[in-house]
């Protein structure tokens, strides 16, 4: 099946720093999410990215199909944003694989 | 006016026992999907319905059934239930297969 790496897999931020996860993935994909696990377990679809540049508020992320990596981009860290980072990608088989995740903890 | 619901949050249960997971949305989607996340994060999809048909079937024991009365709805029963599938179960949905998807806020399920 597709391998999903995530780096780096722990990040310690001071409030109001900026930071940059990567995805990087074995093989081509029709599908790539990112999503937050909070510290009470929800999980958040940050967003569906299987290629090009999108950004929603202080995050952005952008996908290079041809050289399979995506990154995520969180601008201005606030506590909140503490938690689980996961990268998901399909290859045409419905099954979303996920990485390990990066876990995030903002300090005030 | 929750998107993705289940129920219980919580189910602790012996060794053997048989337990039922719920789960609703109601936001119209077609695909409704479970997930088992382990004591380490790592989340890995189970099953998968399009449309009340079965469309993804991961390799997992034949005591894991799920059932899909409707679009909205997807449920998951376990038989004869172990330690191992102590772990937090999510179920998700997307309007469409391959889609963004959406997580209800999980079942902690505890074997004792």
């Known amino acids: 099946g597709i391998q999903v790496e995530q780096s780096p897999p722990d990040l310690i931020l001071q409030e109001g720093a900026n930071s940059t996860l990567r995805c990087n993935f074995s093989d081509s994909v029709n599908n790539l999410q990112w999503f937050h696990q909070n510290p009470w377990g929800q999980l958040i679809n940050l967003f569906y990215i299987p290629s090009g540049t999108k950004q929603n508020g202080r995050l952005s992320a952008t996908t290079v199909a041809t050289e399979r990596y995506s990154l995520l981009y969180i601008s201005s860290s606030q506590t909140t944003d503490s938690g689980v980072y996961f990268c998901?990608?399909?290859?045409?088989?419905?099954?979303?694989?996920f990485g390990a995740g990066t876990t995030v903890t903002v300090r005030a | 006016d929750t998107a993705v619901s289940q129920t219980p949050k919580y189910l602790v249960t012996q060794m053997g026992n048989d337990k039922s997971i719920k789960c609703e949305q109601n936001?119209?989607?077609?695909?409704m999907y479970w997930y088992k996340q382990d004591s380490k994060k790592f989340l890995k999809i189970m099953f998968s319905y399009n449309n009340k048909e079965l469309i993804i079937n991961e390799t997992v024991p034949n005591r894991f059934s799920p059932k899909s009365p409707d679009k909205a709805h997807l449920n998951l029963h376990i038989n004869s239930l172990e330690l191992g599938d102590s772990a937090v179960y999510f179920c998700a949905s997307s309007r469409v297969t391959s889609y963004e998807q959406y997580f209800g806020p999980g079942t902690r399920l505890t074997v004792t």
């Open positions: 998901a990608v399909e290859r045409n088989d419905y099954k979303l694989s």
């Open positions: 936001l119209g989607h077609d695909t």
